[in-house]
């Protein structure tokens, strides 16, 4: 399955700031999803990065919060603008397993943001 | 109504225990059905995909039971290894979108 690095592993930012994570796929894939983890909860979809079009977004997520840039079919890139503690979470990157089935995602090991 | 949901335990049983996990989900139209597992400040990995039919791998096993939009997963003969916190998730149609329950701790103790 593909191998995905994410970069950075942990980041501790200051309120009203902006962060970009980085997502590297070792293969080429059609569809990146980003996901969000806060503390102690599940995993919520944050938006589908296609490439050569725009992200989709998720109900209560918007583009002038989470910008996605998706420049090629093995990378993409998250923002998360204007930070707030409430944006204290893990934010993972995934992409579908080819041969296993549809929907089968694997995920990056995450970005641990602590917004103070 | 959360669109997945399970308990979340936490679980604490011996080495050696079955344990079993059930998963709720609210829409109908969901096509695919999964495990994950999650470790201790780590990402989710499949586990095993969930069939019809039920399906085993090892000392675990899945049912799905689509009348009753309920899923379960046994784990048979538990190891200190197994534990980490069991995610139930379930693909919207054709979508391609997964929704996650909020997951169920398993602590095995010797």
């Known amino acids: 399955s593909a191998v995905i690095s994410q970069k950075p592993s942990r980041d501790i930012c200051q309120r009203g700031t902006s962060l970009t994570i980085q997502c590297q796929v070792d293969?080429?894939?059609?569809?990146m999803f980003w996901y969000r983890q806060q503390p102690g909860q599940s995993l919520t979809l944050i938006a589908t990065?296609?490439?050569?079009?725009?992200?989709?977004?998720e109900s209560g997520f918007v583009i002038d919060k989470f910008p996605i840039s998706r420049p090629n079919l093995t990378f993409s890139t998250l923002t998360v603008s204007n930070m707030s503690p409430e944006d204290s979470s893990i934010y993972l990157c995934?992409?579908?397993?080819?041969?296993?089935?549809?929907?089968?995602?694997?995920f990056g090991a995450g970005s641990r943001l602590t917004v103070l | 109504r959360k669109e997945v949901e399970q308990d979340p335990g936490p679980f604490n049983v011996p080495e050696g225990a079955t344990v079993a996990f059930n998963c709720t989900y609210s829409?109908?139209?969901?096509?695919?059905f999964f495990w994950y597992r999650q470790d201790c400040r780590k990402e989710p990995k499949l586990l095993m995909s969930?069939?019809?039919s039920g399906n085993e791998d090892g000392r675990f096993t899945a049912q799905l039971n689509r009348a009753s939009q309920y899923i379960s997963l046994l784990i048979r003969d538990s190891k200190l290894s197994d534990s980490a916190t069991y995610l139930c998730?379930?693909?919207?149609?054709?979508?391609?979108?997964?929704?996650f329950g909020q997951g169920t701790t398993l602590q095995v103790k010797p």
């Open positions: 829409n109908s139209a969901s096509q695919s």
């Open positions: 990065a296609n490439q050569g079009s725009e992200a989709t977004y």
């Open positions: 995934s992409v579908e397993v080819l041969g296993s089935g549809a929907n089968v995602l694997t």
């Open positions: 293969s080429q894939v059609t569809m």
């Open positions: 998730v379930v693909s919207l149609g054709n979508t391609g979108k997964l929704i």
């Open positions: 969930v069939y019809s």
